[in-house]
C-alpha cells in the first residue's frame, strides 16, 4: 500500500512529473553548457572533475564518478587525460597504497576557475526571468530533493511489493 502524498494515481500525468520535469531540464541544459566549452582547452566534463576537486567535492577517482554519476572507466580517461596535461596529480595514500587521491594543480584550479566566469554569465542569463527568492527556493528544494534521492528510507514500489 502506497502512502498518500502530492500524486494520486487518477490525476497522474507524466508531464507534471518531478522525475520527467527534472530530467528534461537537465537534457536541454547539458548541450548548452558543453557548448560554452567548446573552444576551450578543457571540456565540460573535465572542467566537472576540475570543479569537484576544487570545491572539495570528491577526492578519489571512485568518488568524483559517483559525484559526477559517471562511470569508472571512462571518469580514469578523464584523470589520466586531466593528468597528463598536468591539471591534477594522483597521490598515493601513505598509510593504505589502494588509495589513490586526487589533487588539482595550480594550472588545475586556473582553468577550472578562468570557465566559471562563462558557467556564471550562462546561468545568471538562463534564471534572468526568476527572482532572487525563486532562485534561492529552486536551489533549496533540489538539494533536499537530493537528500531525499540518497536517503535510505525512500521505498520504491518494487521493494514495497516484496515486503508483502
Avoid at 565540460?44 to 568524483?64: E, K, N, P, Y
Avoid at 587525460?81 to 594522483?90: I, M, T, V
Avoid at 595550480?106 to 566566469?117: C, H, I, N, T
Wanted: with cysteine; proline share 3%; charged share 30%.
Amino acid at each position: 500500500m502506497t502512502k498518500p502524498g502530492f500524486y494520486n494515481i487518477e490525476e497522474f500525468r507524466g508531464p507534471d512529473c518531478i522525475g520527467y520535469l527534472v530530467s528534461q531540464a537537465q537534457s536541454a541544459m547539458r548541450p548548452q553548457v558543453e557548448a560554452l566549452f567548446t573552444h576551450e582547452e578543457v571540456s565540460f566534463s573535465q572542467w566537472r572533475v576540475l570543479m569537484c576537486l576544487r570545491d572539495g567535492l570528491a577526492h578519489t577517482c571512485a568518488d568524483i564518478s559517483r559525484e559526477l554519476s559517471h562511470d569508472k572507466g571512462s571518469m580514469t580517461r578523464l584523470i589520466d587525460q586531466l593528468e597528463a596535461r598536468d591539471y591534477l596529480r594522483r597521490e598515493r595514500d601513505a598509510e593504505d597504497r589502494r588509495l589513490v587521491f586526487l589533487e588539482l594543480t595550480p594550472a588545475g584550479r586556473s582553468a577550472a576557475e578562468g570557465l566559471v566566469v562563462k558557467v556564471v554569465a550562462y546561468f545568471n542569463n538562463l534564471l534572468d526571468g526568476f527572482s532572487e527568492d525563486e532562485v534561492k527556493r529552486l536551489v533549496e528544494l533540489l538539494r533536499k530533493l537530493r537528500c531525499a534521492l540518497k536517503s535510505s528510507d525512500v521505498e520504491t514500489p518494487h521493494e514495497s511489493a516484496l515486503a508483502s
